[in-house]
């Protein structure tokens, strides 16, 4: 495949509090609650086009507070809009009066019950294609309603920027039953047609 760059490599190394891709962890001084993970998606995206970038909770012990740093190289990515996800969704969300370089955002409640508690996103950022996005965070800036550090784990995440979409051999902008038949045709030959041949080796094998 002939991928033009490899952007935002989302590594997230956690331990206790939240934030992001490459992160070190701090030593922990308060009581830890049960482990969290935080995880980012891979995608890809075609150059000139906006991404949209979903972090993840999975087994939320009851998040009550928590902040995120942010921050890329705003030569070759833009941030254009930041949403907090429903899994803290009973929490207050502040952002930045103005996107930046570096980003912070925080989350933060006076109390919540157990129907608040809930897995799935807790950030969307939409970007402007780049490189070298990643987020850290400092110790004992996650939190339960116990005031107790949330330990996490992470798992990585990248965006792979494409001059076409895998799958959409036509570049149409959808992958669909033409798409399919393309690519029949394709693998035995001997049809007038024109398709992107990298968008149709979807698993990336070569073939």
């Excluded at 997230?12 to 049960?34: C, P, Q, R, W």
Aim: proline share 2%; net charge negative.
């Amino acid at each position: 495949m002939k991928r033009l760059k490899k952007i935002c490599a989302f590594i997230m190394a956690i331990v206790l509090v939240v934030s992001g891709f490459t992160i070190n962890s701090d030593s922990v001084m308060a009581e830890e609650t049960k482990e969290a993970k935080i995880s980012v998606e891979s995608l890809y995206a075609k150059p000139g086009t906006n991404v949209v970038v979903k972090v993840s909770i999975k087994d939320n012990p009851g998040i009550l507070g928590a902040v995120l740093k942010v921050s890329f190289d705003d030569k070759n990515m833009t941030l254009v809009k930041a949403e907090s996800g429903e899994a803290f969704s009973a929490l207050t969300f502040t952002a930045p009066g103005k996107f930046g370089e570096s980003n912070t955002f925080s989350w933060d409640g006076q109390d919540i019950s157990e129907n608040d508690i809930a897995d799935g996103e807790i950030l969307k950022l939409t970007f402007k294609i780049s490189d070298n996005v990643k987020v850290t965070y400092n110790s004992s800036d996650i939190v339960d309603s116990n005031l107790n550090i949330v330990k996490l784990t992470s798992e990585n995440g990248e965006i792979n920027i494409l001059n076409y979409i895998p799958g959409d051999l036509n570049d149409d902008g959808k992958i669909n039953s033409t798409d399919v038949i393309s690519l029949r045709r394709h693998i035995v030959g001997k049809y007038d047609q024109t398709i992107i041949e990298d968008a149709g080796d979807v698993n990336a094998d070569g073939r």
